[in-house]
């Protein structure tokens, strides 16, 4: 029994001594210590206020007497301490009331208000007729009865001037009326005139905007080697510089002739003096050369002095050149492949062979050729040329011969006689001849004789012969807007216009082209811009020279009057 006594007593103990310690806790640790004794909330004592923690303290005290433990450490009774929370306090202090507050806002108002202002107003009224009865007293019966009876008159009138070709051809001109006759550019290349070619020939393309020219000689001396030049400009392009081509081909012997294609704007053909005749094709600066004939048996053995594009008879849109040279040939060709002009009909004049209507010169002996110098198509017949002659006779010629021609050099076609008519003779070469695009028996030539003769293709005499220098006369050209002008150039350096219709015996302006006097080779009338007039000359210079209303502006009566000319003098 013993160490159940003793070991009860140590029981005891222990637990008298975590009394005591709850007790120190619970006087130190505040009411936060006596809420964790007591088993209360800490909020729970505060409301509870004093009685409620002596209730606690009493209640305590009661249970440990009750357990009748006596021993050295003696519960002690103290009065309870209260700590209020100072937290929820604390918390309600801190609380600050701040505000953010813009400064007032500044307005105004302001208006705008015309101070003058006006209306305005038109009213048409309605217009009174004077002396028009209203419709509903017109007479219709009367009217009608009038217009039945005027009827069969109006329309045979109509059907009249229907029929009527008053004013065929006539064409309204819009542009302003020029007066006078104006240089418009003057067109050169430094190196050919620094080496002193002539202008040889000039032509305009087919729109009308570019103008091109050969450069070579027309004095005595062979010029075969002669380094030359094929020259165009382009008038409508901007910034046109007079003395830099657009383009610029380098040929190896001089151009005698051009003729730029009749639709392909930027292909042109050109005659050497070494006998080639040569195609380029302008767009092309690079490489330009499209087409040549080479140095064959067929090729001419003298210069070409005119080249001429014509369409084919069963391909209207193909062409073939046509070449003319003092050879005495007349030759075409057609490019066939790449870079080769190819013989495809051929006609030579033979003097033995030349019509005997009219009375020439002996030829010389053992002299067999003869040379043509120029050609024209006329604009009726594709198949009727007029040619020039070193003998300064023209010739009728036709593209339909069948005669084949005396000639002694072989040739890879067939040559034929073309010759069919001979007129009488200037009084020296032939260096242009030109077919009428208004008549179709009527053609121009001129010589070195100065004259320029008007012939019928009916008739051998000149219908009328004017001298127009007193040296060469290089180039003739009817207009191809008027049917009474054409134009001639001359040695003495000027350009003469003659209107026919004014007078039959002076020219109606006369241009000077060159202040010195050098001759003027070569004319052209631009069949798109009408107004415009290019001629070439021997200082190597091109003018373009813009023609007066007068020279573009056919008359009502022209055409007749032009045929009345003809008639009267072929009688």
Known sequence: MA??????????????????????TARGGGGGAVAMATGAQPWQLCSAGSAGAAALATSGAASAEGLGRPGQLQDETLGVASVPSQWRGVQGTRGETKSCQTASIATAEACAQTRKHADAEVQTEAPVPAGVLPASQHDSPGLAAFLRRVEAMVIRELNKNWQSHAFDGFEVNWTEQQQTVTCLHTLGYPPAQGQGL?????????????????????????????RSFVCAWNLDRRGLNPRQPSVVVEVPSAVMSLAFHPTQPS???GGLYSGEVLVWDMSRPEDP??????????????????????????????????????????????AVGT???????????????????????????????????AVSFSS???????????????????LAAEEAALTRRPASVPLRAPAQFTFSPHGGPVYSVSCSPFHRNLFLSAGTDGHVHLYSMLQAQPLTSLQLSHKYLFAVRWSPVRPLVFAAASGEGD??????QKSSQKPTVLIKQTQDESPVYCLEFNRQQTQLLA????????????????????????????????????I
């Open 3 to 24: 160490p159940t006594a003793s070991h009860a007593r140590s029981s005891a103990l222990k637990a008298q001594g975590r009394r005591s310690r709850r007790s120190a």
């Open 198 to 226: 002539h202008v040889t020939s000039v032509s305009w393309n087919t729109t009308g905007s570019v103008v091109a020219c050969a450069y070579g000689r027309l004095d005595d001396g062979d010029w075969s080697t002669l």
């Open 267 to 269: 292909h042109i053909a």
């Open 289 to 334: 050369l499209l087409w040549r004939t080479g140095l064959t048996d067929d090729t001419h053995t003298d210069p070409v002095y005119q080249v001429v594009w014509l369409p084919e008879r069963r391909h209207g849109h193909r062409f073939h050149v046509l070449s003319v040279a003092t050879d005495g040939k007349v030759l075409l060709w057609q």
């Open 339 to 373: 870079a080769q002009l190819q013989l495809t009909q051929g006609f030579a004049l033979a003097v033995q062979q030349l019509p005997r209507n009219t009375k020439l010169r002996k030829p010389h002996r053992g002299e067999t050729e003869v040379g043509a110098t």
């Open 380 to 398: 009726f017949d594709p198949s009727l040329f007029v040619l020039g002659t070193e003998g300064g006779f023209p010739l009728k010629c036709s």
């Open 495 to 500: 350009v003469q216009l003659f209107d026919l």
């Open 535 to 570: 001629a070439g000359d021997a200082r190597g210079t091109v003018k373009v020279w813009q023609l007066s209303t007068e020279f573009t502006e056919q008359g009502p009566r022209e055409t007749e009057d032009l045929d009345q000319l003809a008639a009267e003098v072929a």
